[in-house]
């Protein structure tokens, strides 16, 4: 077996040669199929190479220099290509070490295989835990999270938050919809967006969600749609009185769980009444909206905080899908665990919300989708 390179980098391994023919012919083979575009062969090769690269260095001690050679002689041969340089084939190395597999055709069967190279790039620069990794790849996947919105929710730490909210799903819905449900939903709501005077109602954080639209429906997930805002239920007596009108915060329809959301915002923390309040509105949408095909209208209330134990006692009278999140605008959310004797010294939550609004966006995570160097 070969000794490792020189450390004056002018001795070369004895299989460098091979290996170096070998990388050329499988990028050479990965360009003429899919131009180094975006693609399974161009990962396939990326991950072989990387493979390579890990290989080499446990089993002949293959150092920096050696692999900074390599760059510099596949950019030699490939002059006009990207993703050659010494930076990206250390980001190859890791790829194959993220995703192990026996063979590239396994590794394509893995998630990870459905998405574009630029998002490995980023999964690998901000995720260190495999679980963590594997979860964010398969959302992307599933999602078709572009790299910036990827990027947007593991800053904002959507794998705590997904699934997480407090509901009555798993009673009030038979499996597999009670998953899926529960999955569509998260706690707590990240809307670091908002801008909110420091006297603001009710009114006044819908309005703020609403103009920021496309900003709240990024964090409310895929398929949500918005129907409507103060949308009017109108509710005849059957004993002839007068009609009766109550108007919904929020309206939506999620055409992948194919039933209508409710929302319900509140600018204080929970109250159990809310429970029994959204149960109203559940019942009224599924006999005045709801139509042949769509699941039962779940609802959702939206608190700046919540106490666990009595929002759970709350939901035990309540027979129909409902659940209980949080939002939070600045990381910082008032619930059951915030010392009672601190709580007078935290800012209220409209004012945290205008005071660092500009810090919010200015902070915002935000990731080119430019081809690396």
Same mark, same amino acid.
């Given at each position: 077996?070969?000794?490792?390179?020189?450390?004056?980098?002018?001795?070369? /391994? !004895?299989?460098?040669?091979?290996?170096?023919?070998?990388?050329?012919?499988?990028?050479?083979?990965?360009?003429?199929?899919?131009?180094?575009?975006?693609?399974? +062969?161009?990962?396939?090769?990326?991950?072989?190479?990387?493979?390579?690269?890990?290989?080499?260095?446990?089993? #002949?001690?293959?150092?920096?220099?050696?692999?900074?050679?390599?760059?510099?002689?596949?950019? &030699?041969?490939?002059?006009?290509?990207?993703? $050659? !340089?010494?930076?990206?084939?250390?980001?190859?190395?890791?790829? +194959?070490?993220?995703?192990?597999?026996?063979?590239?055709?396994?590794?394509?069967?893995?998630?990870?295989?459905?998405?574009?190279?630029?998002?490995?790039?980023?999964?690998?620069?901000?995720?260190?835990?495999?679980?963590?990794?594997?979860?964010?790849?398969?959302?992307?996947? #599933?999602?078709?999270?572009?790299?910036?919105?990827?990027?947007?929710?593991?800053?904002?730490?959507?794998?705590?938050?997904?699934?997480?909210?407090?509901?009555? =799903?798993? &009673?009030? @819905?038979?499996?597999?919809?009670?998953? $899926?449900? &529960?999955?569509? $939903?998260?706690?707590?709501?990240?809307?670091?967006? @908002?801008?909110?005077?420091?006297?603001?109602?009710?009114?006044? @954080?819908?309005?703020?969600?609403?103009?920021?639209?496309?900003?709240?429906?990024? #964090?409310?997930?895929?398929? =949500?749609?918005?129907?409507?805002?103060?949308?009017?239920?109108? %509710? &005849?007596?059957?004993?002839?009185?007068?009609?009766?009108? =109550?108007?919904?915060?929020?309206?939506?329809?999620?055409?992948?769980?194919?039933?209508? %959301?409710?929302?319900?915002?509140?600018?204080?923390?929970?109250? /159990?009444?809310?429970?029994?309040?959204?149960? =109203?509105?559940?019942?009224?949408?599924?006999?005045?909206?709801?139509?042949?095909?769509?699941?039962?209208?779940?609802?959702? %209330?939206?608190? /700046?905080?919540?106490?666990?134990?009595?929002?759970?006692?709350?939901?035990?009278?309540?027979?129909?899908? %409902?659940?209980?999140?949080?939002?939070?605008?600045?990381?910082?959310?008032?619930? #059951?665990?915030?010392?009672?004797?601190?709580?007078?010294?935290?800012?209220?939550?409209?004012?945290?919300?205008?005071?660092? +609004?500009?810090?919010?966006? +200015?902070?915002?995570?935000?990731?080119?989708?430019?081809?690396?160097?």
């Amino acid at each position: 077996m070969a000794g490792p390179p020189s450390r004056r980098g002018d001795l070369l /391994p !004895s299989d460098y040669r091979q290996f170096l023919a070998e990388v050329k012919a499988r990028v050479a083979s990965a360009r003429a199929q899919a131009a180094l575009a975006v693609s399974a +062969a161009v990962l396939a090769a990326y991950w072989e190479i990387g493979r390579g690269i890990l290989e080499r260095e446990s089993r #002949e001690g293959w150092g920096t220099k050696v692999v900074e050679r390599l760059a510099a002689d596949l950019r &030699r041969e490939f002059p006009e290509m990207k993703g $050659l !340089s010494l930076r990206n084939l250390r980001y190859m190395r890791e790829f +194959a070490r993220a995703w192990p597999a026996a063979s590239v055709g396994e590794m394509l069967q893995q998630p990870a295989a459905r998405l574009p190279w630029g998002h490995h790039m980023l999964l690998l620069d901000k995720l260190s835990d495999r679980q963590e990794r594997v979860w964010y790849a398969s959302y992307a996947a #599933e999602h078709g999270c572009s790299r910036k919105v990827l990027g947007v929710q593991i800053a904002s730490d959507l794998h705590a938050r997904h699934g997480a909210a407090l509901s009555t =799903f798993d &009673r009030a @819905l038979a499996p597999p919809d009670s998953e $899926l449900v &529960r999955d569509a $939903l998260k706690d707590p709501y990240n809307f670091e967006f @908002l801008s909110l005077s420091a006297d603001a109602k009710e009114r006044d @954080l819908e309005a703020a969600l609403l103009n920021d639209v496309q900003s709240f429906l990024m #964090e409310m997930g895929r398929g =949500f749609a918005l129907v409507g805002r103060q949308f009017p239920l109108r %509710v &005849r007596d059957e004993e002839g009185g007068e009609e009766s009108e =109550f108007f919904l915060d929020l309206l939506f329809y999620n055409y992948l769980l194919r039933r209508f %959301v409710v929302i319900d915002l509140k600018i204080e923390d929970f109250k /159990p009444e809310f429970a029994g309040k959204m149960n =109203f509105y559940l019942a009224a949408v599924d006999e005045l909206e709801r139509q042949p095909g769509d699941g039962a209208t779940i609802g959702l %209330v939206l608190c /700046p905080g919540r106490n666990r134990t009595v929002t759970q006692w709350a939901l035990r009278g309540v027979d129909a899908p %409902v659940a209980v999140a949080r939002y939070t605008t600045a990381g910082i959310t008032l619930t #059951e665990t915030t010392p009672a004797e601190l709580r007078p010294a935290l800012p209220e939550l409209p004012e945290l919300a205008s005071e660092l +609004a500009g810090i919010a966006e +200015a902070a915002a995570v935000v990731y080119d989708d430019l081809e690396p160097g």
